[in-house]
Every structure is written in structure tokens, then in C-alpha cells.
């Protein structure tokens, strides 16, 4: 469970009216796996506000997901869901996702490795990309699409063996960041 809401008010997350968090989230915090009954669930992110949002989700037995609570182009709060793929990799490569929660670029985001070839082409807003396996020891390179202004993830913060889901926040291209989740 991820708080992806840059609304400043931390979050409990609910699953059929039972409370998962210790703590609530503030943005960008999130919490580990939690084992789940399959099925159709209600899932709610409760503000410390006592604002509430909540959705009906269906989680596959033996599946693994990261729910997200996000803020759409309206300023309304929605709750998203991306299947996670925790199979084994190589140890010498990083494994990726990355997903786009930022409704502020009309073209999207790019990513690409440093001085290498470009992977993600205008990544949209709620979108995920497939899974991609990278060399550690080398620099991630992302922007929005468009803007000139080109961000980094340093190659220290990718590890061989490891999957990774990355995140993007931000309101201008200035401020568009990436958040870095170790899935195992």
C-alpha cells in the first residue's frame, strides 16, 4: 500500500473495514506486503482528515500488488492497482516497472538508460510499463516528455537480484520525481 497523493494528509489503508496500517502513510511512504484473502475486497486510504476513499478491487490467489492511493488532473483522490511480477531474475541485473501517477504532463514521461537507448516512450498518467531487466552500474535517465529537463536515478540505487517499482511524482517538470520501491 503506497500513499501517492501529494495532498499532505497521511493515510490509513482499510481492507473490508479492517484497519492494514500501523501508521499512517504520508506521501511517498509505504507500507510492506500484507497476506490478503483473495477475492473482491474493499480497500479505503482514510486521511488523518477523516476523508475517505475507497474502491472495490479483485485480488487473484497467489498474485502480488501494489495498491496506490493517487490525486487525478481534478484534484479527486482514486485508489489504483498494479500486478507485481516477483519471479527470479539474473544477479547481476535489476529488474524494473515503472508507473506514472502524476496527472500534470499531457505527453507523459520517457525513460532511458544513460547514454543508451530510450525504453519508456511518454509513459501516461496511471500507466505501467512492462517489466524491464537493466545492467546494474548504470544510470537511469527520465523527463517529461518535451520539457528538456532530464532527471536521474543513480546506478547505486539499483541492485543486482533485486525488483524494483519506480514511481513518478511531481507537478512541473522541475519537480518530477522518482520514488523507488525494493519489491523483494
Known amino acids: 500500500m503506497v500513499n ?22 504520508a506521501f511517498g511512504e509505504t ?20 476523508t475517505t476513499t ?18 487525478n488532473k481534478a484534484g479527486e483522490m482514486e485508489i489504483v492497482s498494479y500486478e507485481d511480477n516477483l519471479s527470479n531474475l539474473e544477479a547481476d541485473k535489476a529488474k524494473i516497472k515503472l508507473i506514472n501517477l502524476t496527472p500534470n504532463f499531457a505527453t507523459g ?11 519508456v516512450n511518454g509513459l501516461a498518467f496511471k500507466e505501467a510499463s512492462n517489466y524491464f531487466t537493466v545492467d546494474t552500474g548504470v544510470n537511469l535517465r527520465y ?3 518535451g520539457s528538456g529537463s532530464l ?4 546506478k547505486a540505487s539499483l541492485e543486482g537480484g533485486k525488483i524494483y517499482t519506480i514511481w513518478f511524482s511531481g507537478t512541473t517538470a522541475a519537480t518530477l520525481e522518482a520514488h523507488i520501491i525494493t519489491d523483494n
Open 54 to 71: 475507497d474502491t472495490s478491487l479483485n485480488f487473484t490467489p497467489s498474485i502480488t500488488y501494489t495498491t496506490f492511493l493517487v490525486t
Open 151 to 154: 532527471k536521474t536515478i543513480d
Open 4 to 25: 501517492a497523493s501529494q495532498t499532505g494528509v497521511h493515510q490509513d489503508v482499510y481492507l473490508d473495514n479492517e484497519k492494514l496500517t500501523t501508521v499512517a502513510l
Open 31 to 50: 507500507s510492506d506486503y500484507v497476506k490478503i484473502p483473495s477475492g473482491n475486497r474493499s480497500v479505503s486510504y482514510t486521511g488523518t482528515n477523516n
Open 109 to 119: 514521461i520517457n525513460v532511458m538508460v544513460q547514454g543508451g537507448t530510450q525504453f
Open 143 to 145: 523527463s517529461v516528455v
